[in-house]
């Protein structure tokens, strides 16, 4: 083993700096133009007005519901507005069966009426009108204890869990990245702290096995309705997501309906008294016809460039929301940030060299449907291991999908060749707050699926704010939880990136791709 010498990682960090610095300089920034840029994002902003079309009018947006292809058309009529060019809804293949929640009801009728804040899961079926009963607690360790419950379920409604702590919490429910954090995502990781592994890992699949052998249990007994605790969430929050599947033919769950935490636990308290309650819940929603095609929304600045015009700058966000919500922050802020870029350039008269592709993605909350369609149909197939030949026409693809925060910086994705151009394009904006460039990767979002076949997909560094406490996959995630300064200047530094992009000599430089890597990691939508 060989001893560290502490002097030496230090100079390397000067050589890394001045390289960087060296690389930097190299990079012609037209300071006028940002300007013009930041006078019309955060003095013209047209962003509260896109965010009221996209998280209160048109929302929310499940993959290939019609809600989604309604929105879709508002948002293609939008850019033709704009002077977009190409603006279309684009096929990308199959999603599945679609999912449209039309009605629901839930109260506790007896020992006292509560009506009950709850959401059901999408992808699961309506119930068969109003089900009305003494509902029953089901508490189990293992799947060996569902014995004793075994007979007795027929038509229930079953509630699969004790009541939950609910410890008050002295932490801010919302929160900006400091300088401490942003120091350290400059920083590598260390090695050790990359290991996947933990025990609390271990225990959460413990927990979705138990919750599998459960639900075939109750399925197989014949329960009416499922009422889960929201896993997480305070003051009538409720987190949820799907509850079935969108494949064709997939077997059908039960009607699931997820109840805020502080509702669930009264009527769960009560039960455990061994005083009997009632409850009335109706369910109605419909599956849309199986294999739907599924489209993708996108809209151009065609470049004007003779011999760039044919390479393409990318920006976007995913369409494609939950429904308990609006989708505000999941990703209704990515989409109007993206589409206020592309205006803000175009409102300024950029004629760009190459060009510029904005993309609103479907279906990334199933994993990068949209994204993964696209970039097979248009750059490469991992299947087939097959380029296409607009895959050396990408410069790169810029993505924004955590939340409502502004822009500190960006995530580089290993791409070291990358990062000291990104510095040198952050220096002029350094003063809104966005100045970081980290190596790191980012996961769980549409940049992954272009990073996965070598193209540089990258996804901007947010400030936090409620993301994680309030509004990720929420009720909550409404407009009303959008910071409309922070998604200006958002808008603001992705149109620069953006017309750097699409103006500098090369395009972005790439980083090594091995066809034959494992495929593309995933951490949270
Ligand atoms: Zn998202």
């Known amino acids: 083993m060989i001893k560290r010498q502490p002097g030496r990682s230090f100079v390397l960090v000067i050589l890394l700096v001045l390289f960087a610095v060296q690389i930097g300089a190299q990079e012609k920034l037209d300071l006028q133009m940002v300007q013009r840029i930041r006078r019309e994002g955060l003095e013209n902003s047209q962003i509260a007005d896109l965010l009221i079309y996209l998280c209160d009018v048109h929302a929310p947006r499940l993959p290939a519901s019609p809600q989604y292809v309604k929105a879709g058309e508002w948002v293609v009529a939008k850019a033709k507005e704009l002077g977009l060019a190409n603006a279309q809804m684009e096929p990308y293949g199959t999603f599945g069966r679609s999912w449209e929640l039309q009605k629901f009801y839930a109260a506790m ?210 369409f494609d929301t939950w429904h308990s919500g609006t989708g505000a922050t999941d990703d209704g802020a990515g989409c109007a940030v993206a589409l206020e870029a592309v205006r803000i350039l175009k409102a300024i008269g950029v004629q760009p060299r190459r060009t510029i592709r904005l993309a609103l993605w479907d279906a990334e909350e199933q994993a990068f449907v949209g994204s993964r369609g696209y970039v097979t149909n248009h750059f490469y197939d991992r299947v087939k291991k097959e380029k296409k030949p607009e895959y050396d026409k990408l410069s790169a693809y810029f993505n924004l999908d955590n939340g409502s925060g502004k822009v500190r910086g960006i995530y580089a994705q290993g791409n070291s060749a990358a990062a000291p151009i ?67 200047q958002a808008a603001t530094v992705m149109a620069w990136f953006v017309y750097n992009a699409a103006m500098r000599e090369e395009m972005l430089p790439r980083k090594f791709f091995d066809p034959n890597a494992p495929g593309m990691q995933r951490i949270r939508n």
């Open 109 to 318: 009728t007896s020992p006292q009426y509560l009506p009950l804040i709850g959401y059901p899961k999408a992808w699961t079926p309506g119930t068969n009108g109003v089900v009305k009963g003494n509902p029953v607690l089901i508490s189990v360790r293992t799947a060996a204890e569902l014995e004793k419950y075994k007979g007795k379920l027929k038509g229930a409604i079953v509630m699969t869990q004790g009541p939950q702590d609910l410890p008050i919490s002295f932490e801010p429910g919302a929160s900006r990245l400091s300088d401490e954090d942003l120091r350290k995502l400059e920083l590598a990781p260390e090695p050790a702290a990359r290991s996947p592994y933990s025990a609390r890992m271990a225990e959460m699949a413990a927990q979705q096995q138990l919750q599998q052998a459960v639900s075939k249990f109750l399925q197989a007994e014949g329960a009416a309705v499922v009422l889960e605790p929201s896993r997480g969430g305070k003051d009538g929050t409720v987190f949820v997501a799907s509850g079935g599947s969108r494949m064709k033919g997939a077997a059908m769950p039960l009607p699931s309906v997820v109840l805020a935490i502080e509702h669930y636990n009264r009527i769960a308290r009560i039960l455990q008294k061994n005083i009997p309650v009632e409850i009335e819940v109706e369910v109605q929603a419909r599956f849309t016809e199986d294999d739907l095609p599924g489209t993708n929304v996108i809209a151009e600045i065609p470049g004007v460039d003779k011999k760039l015009k044919s390479e393409v700058v990318m920006l976007g966000g995913h």
């Open 422 to 488: 990104f510095a040198a394009w952050l220096e002029p904006v350094r003063d809104l707050g966005a100045a970081t460039v980290t190596l790191r990767n980012t996961g769980g979002t549409d940049h992954l699926p272009f990073d996965g076949v070598g193209l540089p997909g990258f996804q901007f560094i947010q400030d936090v704010l409620e993301y994680n406490t309030l509004t990720h996959h929420s009720n909550m995630d409404v407009y009303d939880h959008l910071s409309r300064g922070d998604l200006m």
